[in-house]
């Protein structure tokens, strides 16, 4: 992976309406995204994310702020000078937005035909990409006859008809069941290590940015709260948008009251395999209460994470983080939730 950008995102605000009417939705947002890097952008609902997506290629004219698309300011672009630029710049979104009237084959064709590739060419181009994405005996069926995860496939072969140098998802995943959903992020890692592939993914689901992301920038209230590797901030989150995607759904927030202290470990690797929480009870002499627990698996590798409820006593508290600090496992104490 370069460490070139290939996108830049400097400063940008985008707000709609005006006066005592007008509504933020992205307040000075920075980004650089890398040269054949899958970044993942997350955020809850109306955090500002799929606003931030249609900027990147200019579908929505930020307010201020620049897109610099490899080293150029696209953001005074003519509508002209765009659509040559957005020939790079392919996009996939939850709803497929397949042409209904048009089979998978003609489908792909299309973006060939607007740039007015002729058809004998556009053809071969476009039955090589439904090779690609797995779909080479269903070129002449139509939308209608096509699974959601087929419909996606479809879609994809379309967005990379241009041969981009960038791929936009814009939710790609939300419409999927679980299991095409990890067919389909198979495929777009797959496309990303043989095309060199550049992959911008929004979400609001955590599960996909720990299976196919290199980094993560974390959206809310319109704004950038945290950015940095999938698994720095999923063992280090800073902020306490990251940790309500970490704990989807206050999954154990309504279970934390009482007096006491709470800590958050991390397992990976090794640590995983053996039997911590019993040794430090045994060890430290002091009981325990597992609040929450979890594994995740990221880019292939497990972690595991957990809450423990310790007795508010500062000397078994010492004594915990000691054997925690001894045994190379990570913690952090939770008070967000409390």
């Keep these: 992976m370069s460490t070139i950008p290939t996108v830049e995102i400097k400063n940008l605000n985008k707000t709609f309406g005006t006066g005592d009417d007008a509504v933020v939705a992205l307040d000075d947002i920075n980004l650089s995204i890398h040269q054949g890097e899958i970044f993942g952008i997350i955020g809850l609902s109306g955090a500002g994310k799929s606003t931030l997506v249609r900027c990147i290629n200019l579908l929505e004219r930020p307010t201020t702020g620049s897109i610099i698309f490899e080293g150029v300011d696209i953001t005074s672009y003519s509508d002209n000078q765009l659509r040559s630029v957005r020939q790079s710049i392919g996009m996939i979104f939850q709803g497929f937005n397949l042409l209904m009237q048009r089979n998978a084959l003609d489908n792909v064709c299309f973006p060939l035909e607007l740039v007015g590739m002729p058809r004998k060419e556009a053809k071969e181009r476009a039955r090589e990409l439904l090779k690609t994405v797995g779909l080479s005996d269903k070129e002449k069926a139509y939308p209608a006859q096509l699974s959601g995860g087929q419909k996606q496939r479809v879609a994809i ?36 290590k043989k095309l060199g592939l550049t992959i911008i993914i929004i979400t609001h689901e955590m599960k996909v940015i720990e299976q196919i992301c290199n980094r993560v920038a974390i959206i809310d209230n319109s704004r950038i709260e945290e950015i940095g590797t999938v698994d720095e901030v999923f063992r280090h989150p800073k902020t306490l948008a990251a940790k309500k995607l970490i704990f989807p759904k206050g999954e154990y927030v309504e279970k934390i009251s009482g007096d006491g202290k709470y800590l958050r470990l991390v ?36 972690f595991g994470h957990m809450i423990i409820k310790l007795p508010d006593d500062a000397e078994v508290f010492r004594k915990i983080t000691t054997y925690l600090d001894i045994e190379n496992i990570t913690y952090s104490e939770e008070k967000d939730y409390v």
């Design 157 to 192: 072969a379309r967005a990379l008809a241009t041969k981009p140098k960038v791929l936009l998802c814009d939710e790609a995943t939300s419409a999927l069941d679980p299991t095409t959903t990890q067919s389909i992020l198979a495929l777009l890692k797959e496309l990303n």
């Design 267 to 302: 397992f990976e690797g090794s640590s995983a395999d053996r039997p911590i929480i019993a040794n430090m009870v045994l060890k430290c002499g002091a009981p325990v209460s597992i609040v929450f627990a979890n594994t995740k698996n990221i880019d292939g590798q497990i």
